[in-house]
Structure formats: structure tokens, C-alpha cells
């Protein structure tokens, strides 16, 4: 089994900055990729930024002011959010592809952080 525990969302003013962080624990052999999606009220579960090693991808409405990164030692993924704007106002979750150490494959979520940005 594995788990993963996210931290630091928040409140904060447009124009600001937040860095929550996802800690992966439990039974891993392997964790790759490790990502961040959101989910605004009404609307889908949205991809934000992953991380595939050192390979990132970002939404194209975060690019630029969103930076992923990742502690391999820790299995903790960030997200480092600058310059963030009301509409960034959602549930962060955090995701990871899983290697057990029974060598079985899962994908697993967090239980979700919120981040409101105010105007």
C-alpha cells in the first residue's frame, strides 16, 4: 500500500506565491511519474504539471509561473506556484504512478489540498 499525504496549500492575495508539497510512503519499489491536477468547483479534474524524472510538463495556463520539481530521497514531489491568480483557485491533488514492492503497478491520489487565491 501507498500513500501520499500533501501540505501547503493555503489562502494567499493574487500576485503571490505558494509551494505545497507530496510525500509518498509505504510500500515502494519505484515511483515515476509524480504529477499535480486540480479541480475548481464545476468543472473536471485538470492536469497542472508532472514530472517523468527530470521531464516536465505543464497546463499551458500555469507555464511560466508554475515550476515542478522533485526530491527522489524523500519520494516528495513540489509545486512551486508564483505570480498565482484567482482563477488558480481549485483542489490540488497530488498523483503518482507506484511500483510496489510486489512489484505491482497503481496510480494513487492524494486526499487533496486547497489553494484560494484572492483578487
Known amino acids: 500500500q501507498v500513500q501520499l499525504v500533501e501540505s501547503g496549500g493555503g489562502l494567499v492575495q493574487a500576485g503571490g506565491s505558494l509551494r505545497p508539497s507530496c510525500a509518498a510512503s509505504?510500500?515502494?519499489?519505484?515511483?515515476?511519474?509524480m504529477g499535480w491536477y486540480r479541480q475548481a468547483p464545476g468543472n473536471q479534474r485538470e492536469m497542472v504539471a508532472t514530472?517523468?524524472?527530470?521531464?516536465?510538463n505543464y497546463a499551458d495556463s500555469v507555464k511560466g509561473r508554475f515550476t515542478v520539481s522533485r526530491d527522489n530521497a524523500k519520494n516528495t514531489v513540489y509545486l512551486q506556484m508564483n505570480s498565482l491568480k484567482p482563477e488558480d483557485t481549485a483542489v490540488y491533488y497530488c498523483?503518482?504512478?507506484?511500483?510496489?514492492?510486489?512489484?505491482?503497478?497503481?496510480?494513487?491520489w492524494g486526499q487533496g489540498t486547497q489553494v484560494t487565491v484572492s483578487s
Open positions: 509505504g510500500s515502494i519499489f519505484s515511483i515515476n511519474p
Open positions: 514530472i517523468f524524472s527530470s521531464s516536465t
Open positions: 498523483s503518482a504512478e507506484a511500483v510496489t514492492t510486489q512489484f505491482r503497478v497503481y496510480i494513487y
